[in-house]
């Protein structure tokens, strides 16, 4: 436990969040440094700029996607820059351009994250150099300077990449791994006694929401990287088996699902639930390790204590069914403490799988997986009709392009009007805080202002009692690094050492003084002002609007789950390449429903529509997909084929049928209640079933039950 600290701070060192921050940092500051020698600092602040707007873009990703974003970049910011630089001396034709690039640049949305981070960058030169009056030749010269830059920074990424081109999706894969580790101590905690059971399910679908961006971030390197989806180098291979185990160990995580407050009112007298807390627990330890392993190179060991752990785990349950001869506990209890407990063997075999790995004579012997990557991953091809086909109220990306492009006139207008000194701050504030959703907004805007607020004063401190001009320099360095590491990661620390960056950086161009701190306070709390009241009030894009969609994409996703799991057992030759696309969905769908639902609650409540019955619908598809999982397992770890599938047909097809029904009222908000009965079977009562064929009627029980729980409610949904 003391060192778990230590080991927090050594893994941040080692994450992709820290090698951009480090990676930017020098692309960013070398050019000034440099020229600064020689007395010309200007022209290194202005190939500066170039580099910083080439950085936007440099996200985690495949290395040609981030590489063609970088040169597409830096023609716009070089062909932006002489538009603006030529124009700016013309209020009314600079408000002109605000609107239309402000426009134009936010509907790159419509084309992802990467694009849009474009888009972001382009405006960026926009903001900075609106104010920038010179002449046409200067204009022209730092144009030039601008493209150096930005080509300066490209090089250097791709330079940094070459060197270790397996270094980023090994620390993507290693962050993907802790996310599931974090989310099996949150299934620990379900055995910890008077725990709250609503705040830890809330608590494990945000979890669930991290994993699954998490191990998308994954799939978009590995399997969007030429060397490692041709499996040529034994360290390809071996990061392709570690995450495909990684996915399967997370659905055997996500099968175990009980009535836990039942197994407390049994249990909780005996103290066995604390040893499943303690065993999971140790077992997250053990996912962690491997995380760290990913990242150092290391090799990670499996403590003989956990597998001696496990064997006693499994000793007391027996033990419990020897005392329970006076029915103190239920049989179906021990039932399930039964199955959690083999459960946890498997998850642990799997982790000594995967431990397996590492070893280095056993790495470069390992055999590659088929594996149909192009099933896995959504590429997003850049066609102009897409763009024309969102010109259109209807779309969330027009409605915010039109408010960003309004919100930043009436930015320029008020900055011209206050006249201050740094106007184009308050310009900069609108551009990162406007998002396409209130609730996005609205956060941003909370964590602009803090960081902000607390930086100004933090910076005001270190220019007051520090004159050093070599201890202000440590300082810059260190609050770059900080800045640029926090970005992604946590904003409201990164704009905390943004804001002192920028302030002793404007001390040592002979720009400082108090007043700067001030005004930039000030420019950000008229920005954030401005952005949040019109994500509010002009074309808002609010949560309910996607609700319908995101739910009948979580019920159609489950009901494929489902479709595909039956196939496992009816047919002896099945192709798992659809089964795992179908479980991939599933993650993807209820991760998006799951943060849909977090991110109502930021909203105004008259927007926050039918949040308990969402809240209900969202618990119930979370136990299904749950359900769905433990039922693919028993195929997978008994491999048998129910041999009279006719016995089993009635209850598959009603499930599918319940969820059908499900849909369509949830499509067609149908006002006709019906009455679809459950088929009930006593499973027990036949003998010629076998036992694990039984283990299997009572899990499609399960999934038809909450199928029609699912299909009650919705019903009940008018949206």
């Known amino acids: 436990m003391l060192n778990r600290p230590i080991r927090s701070v050594h893994d941040f060192l080692l994450s992709t969040y820290f090698a951009d921050g480090l990676r930017i940092t020098l692309g960013v500051l070398c050019p000034s440094l440099i020229l600064a020698q020689f007395g010309l600092i200007q022209y290194g602040m202005t190939l500066s700029l170039g580099a910083l707007c080439a950085s936007v873009v440099d996200t985690p990703g495949p290395i040609v996607h981030r590489r063609n974003a970088m040169l597409i970049t ?189 197994l407390h009112e049994q249990f909780d007298s005996s103290g066995i639930l604390t040893h499943y807390e303690s065993v999971i627990i140790k077992i997250a330890d053990e996912l962690d390790d491997i995380a760290f392993a990913l990242k150092t190179g290391g090799i990670p060991s499996l403590p003989t204590s956990l597998i001696d752990d496990v064997a006693t785990l499994r000793n007391e349950i027996t033990q419990l069914e020897r005392e329970n001869t006076d029915g103190k506990y239920n049989t179906l209890g021990i039932i399930a403490l039964k199955n959690i407990e083999v459960n946890i063997e498997n998850i642990l075999s799997r982790v000594k799988t995967i431990n397996s790995y590492f070893n280095k004579k056993e790495k470069k012997n390992l055999k590659p997986r088929k594996i149909e990557v192009e099933k896995f991953v959504t590429r997003q091809s850049i066609d102009p009709g897409l763009l024309f086909e969102n010109i259109t109220f209807s779309s969330s990306t027009f409605r915010h392009s039109l408010r960003v492009a309004i919100v930043m006139l009436i930015g320029f207008m008020v ?59 440590i300082i810059l360095l260190f609050c770059m690094i900080g800045a640029y590491s926090f970005q992604r990661k946590n904003y409201v620390v990164s704009v905390l050492f943004m804001t002192p960056y920028i302030l002793v950086l404007f001390d040592f ?182 036992n694990d064929e039984i283990m299997v009627f009572e899990q499609i029980d399960l999934i038809q039950k909450v199928s029609y729980d699912i299909f009650k409610l919705s019903e009940k949904i008018k949206i």
Not at 450 to 471: C, E, P, R, S
Request: glycine residues 4%.
């Open 74 to 262: 830096t023609a716009l910011i070089t062909l932006i820059f002489i538009i603006v630089g030529l124009t700016n001396s013309n209020i009314y034709f600079t408000g002109v351009l605000i609107v239309l690039f402000s426009f134009g640049f936010s509907m790159f949305f419509v084309y992802g994250l990467r694009a849009a981070s474009i888009g972001t960058a382009s405006l960026l030169i926009m903001v900075l150099s609106i104010d920038d009056i010179r002449p046409w030749q200067e204009v022209l010269f730092s144009s030039a300077l601008i493209f150096t830059g930005s080509i300066w920074y490209t090089l250097l990424s791709y330079f940094f990449y070459r060197i270790r081109p397996f270094r980023i999706a090994q620390q993507i894969l290693s962050d993907s791994i802790h996310e599931v580790s974090l989310f099996l101590r949150a299934k620990a905690r379900f055995y910890h006694q008077n725990i709250d059971y609503d705040d830890n399910y809330a608590e494990l679908l945000q979890l669930q929401v991290l994993v699954h961006e998490k191990q998308d971030a994954v799939r978009e390197v590995l399997f969007k990287t030429r060397e490692i989806v041709r499996e040529s180098t034994p360290e390809g291979r071996f990061l392709l088996l570690v995450f495909v185990d990684m996915v399967d160990l997370f659905e055997q995580v996500m099968s175990t699902y009980y009535n836990y407050k039942q």
């Open 509 to 690: 161009l002979g720009m400082g003084s108090l007043s700067i701190a001030r005004e930039r306070i000030y420019d950000t709390l008229i920005g954030s002002g401005i952005a949040l009241m019109a994500s509010y009030s002009l074309f808002p894009n609010w949560e309910h609007e996607k609700l319908k969609e995101a739910m009948l994409d979580t019920l159609k996703a489950n009901m494929k789950y489902f479709e595909e799991v039956v196939l496992l057992y009816t047919n002896g030759v099945h192709d798992l390449t659809n089964y795992k696309v179908a479980r991939k969905e599933v993650y993807v769908t209820t991760a998006n429903l799951a943060s849909l639902f977090q991110r109502m609650f930021s909203e105004p409540k008259s927007k926050q529509l039918m949040m308990t019955e969402l809240h209900q619908f969202t618990a119930l598809n979370h136990h299904l997909s749950s359900y769905i999982a433990t039922l693919s397992l028993y195929k997978k770890e008994h491999d048998f084929v129910i041999a009279d599938f006719d016995v089993l047909k009635p209850v598959v097809q009603n499930s599918i049928y319940l969820l059908n029904m499900a849909i369509e009222n949830l499509e067609y908000n149908k006002e006709i209640t019906s009455n679809v009965p459950l088929i009930r079977r006593n499973i027990n009562q036949s003998t010629e079933i076998p």
């Open 415 to 473: 900055a011209k009007t206050l006249n201050f000194s740094h106007s184009y701050w308050i310009l900069l504030t609108i551009l990162v805080i406007s998002k396409p959703g209130f609730s996005l907004t609205k956060k941003r805007n909370y964590e602009r202002i803090i960081g902000t607020v607390i930086g100004a004063f933090i910076g005001m401190g270190i220019l007051v009692y520090i004159q050093d001009k070599n201890t202000l320099f």
